[in-house]
């Protein structure tokens, strides 16, 4: 258990929906990553948050959104599905804000029907 | 920007064999070396990692090679054991500066087989 924490398990929704997934960092960490794994495309990332700003990004679609909240959880929003955005989307958080020693959660899984 | 391949993509060995998982990265701006085990049905898992300014580290029966020249790293497993099978993933990291993001190999599947 790494400490990290991830909801939902799983989702299932349908094409044009928004869905929202929430991460909490491990205790006493700063920044949250959010990657995207999928058979196709691999462990992708997606954007970096410390301490409630921005910090890196990277492939994320513009349907695709998070932030980090003064409690340093974070969330995730993705908007108008697609079948393509089907994948693993994983939460991993560090206590610096240089990339290095990330933990990753459990995921949440996504189908999009 | 960064890119990472990673070889073989499917390996097979032996309990009690080693097992060597090779990496190439592209940008030599490159400074941190992360290597993760994901388990059928659970996130990536940090298992070592590596600084630019290192050349080997071990950590019991694995240990990690970097050879910046060549820009290349491996994860060596030794005495391989049923629950090391799992998928492996190495990563390179940019300093801050340049980005500050990992980027991941495709992975290679381990099977130890007993």
């Known amino acids: 258990d790494s400490g990290v924490t991830q909801t939902p398990k799983h989702l299932i929704t349908a094409t044009g929906q928004r869905v929202t997934l929430r991460c909490s960092p491990r205790s006493g960490d700063l920044s949250v990553y959010w990657y995207q794994q999928s058979l196709d495309q691999g462990l992708q990332f997606l954007i970096q948050?410390?301490?409630?700003?921005?910090?890196a990004k990277g492939n994320i679609l513009e349907r695709f959104s998070a932030q980090q909240f003064p409690d340093l959880h974070s969330e995730l929003n993705l908007s108008s599905l697609e079948l393509g955005d089907s994948a693993l989307y994983f939460c991993a958080s560090s206590f610096t804000g240089t990339g290095e020693t990330q933990y990753f959660g459990p995921g949440t899984r996504l189908l999009v029907l | 920007g960064e890119n990472v391949e990673q070889h073989p993509s499917t390996l097979s060995v032996q309990e009690g064999d080693s097992a060597v998982i090779k990496c190439t990265y592209s940008d030599s701006a490159s400074n941190y070396f992360p290597w993760y085990k994901q388990e059928l049905g659970k996130g990536p898992q940090l298992i070592i990692d590596i600084r630019s300014n290192v050349g080997e580290k071990k950590d019991q029966r694995i240990a990690v090679t970097l050879n910046k020249t060549a820009k290349h790293f491996s994860l060596h497993i030794t005495e391989t054991q049923p629950e090391d099978s799992a998928v492996y993933f190495c990563?390179?990291?940019?300093?801050?500066?340049?980005?500050?993001?990992?980027?991941f190999g495709a992975g290679t599947i381990l099977r130890v087989k007993s």
């Open positions: 948050y410390y301490n409630g700003e921005e910090r």
């Open positions: 990563a390179a990291s940019l300093p801050l500066e340049y980005g500050n993001k990992l980027v």
